[in-house]
């Protein structure tokens, strides 16, 4: 009686140690299949898209004279700053817009009035990346410039479309004089109100 009792507990252990082994085996399998399926870098749609047109396309030879004595570190007046990221388009160039929206939003007093100004902002640029990166890095000092600039507004002038677009003017003004003394460039084009609030 004794022996069953203990070839039952075995059986009963050696059940559970082949369930937790199976069930091991099987969260591994189900890992695996899914890295194999989902993981890994998936391939860059842009760079086949490119390698197809440029395929169909052959860039004709550049007459002589252009392309040299020209910066490659970047456009504009100075050769300084980032290049603007151009879409990829068999005809017309264009350029691909980048946007950022700083989190929440920015409230601050108007000038004369008890009323304050509340707006969510984001900012969109042509050129590439580093743009965008500055803006982040420098979110603090970007955030000071847009309060101190907000209240210089009074409640008149931020009233109606022709208002908000001198604001927004304004802003990006200021934004890009800010970027400038803190990178050397600014390249905000453009500045967006996702929320505006005058109470």
Known sequence: MAEEGEDEKRGNLMII??????????????????YMLFGGS???????????????????AEPEGEGEGEGEEGEGEEGVGPKKTPKIAPENE????????????????????????????????????????????????????????????????????????????RLMAALNAELERLEGFGGIEGVHFSSFVVQ
Do not use: C, W
Request: proline share 4%; net charge negative.
């Open 17 to 34: 140690i082949i369930a937790v082994v199976g069930g091991l085996v099987l969260v591994g399998l189900g890992l695996g299949v899914g």
């Open 94 to 169: 264009t350029f691909l817009t980048t946007y950022y929206e700083f989190p929440g939003n920015l409230t601050t007093n108007l000038r004369g009035s008890r009323k304050f100004l509340q707006i969510g902002l984001g900012v969109s640029t042509q050129y590439d990346e580093q743009v965008m990166i500055n803006v982040d890095t420098h979110q603090l000092a970007l955030r000071s410039v847009l309060l101190a600039t907000m209240s210089e507004f009074s409640e008149a002038e931020v009233e109606g479309g022709m208002g908000r677009a001198k604001l927004a003017e």
């Open 42 to 60: 998936a391939p860059d749609p842009s760079a086949e898209v490119e390698e197809i047109i440029e395929r169909d396309n052959p860039k004709p």
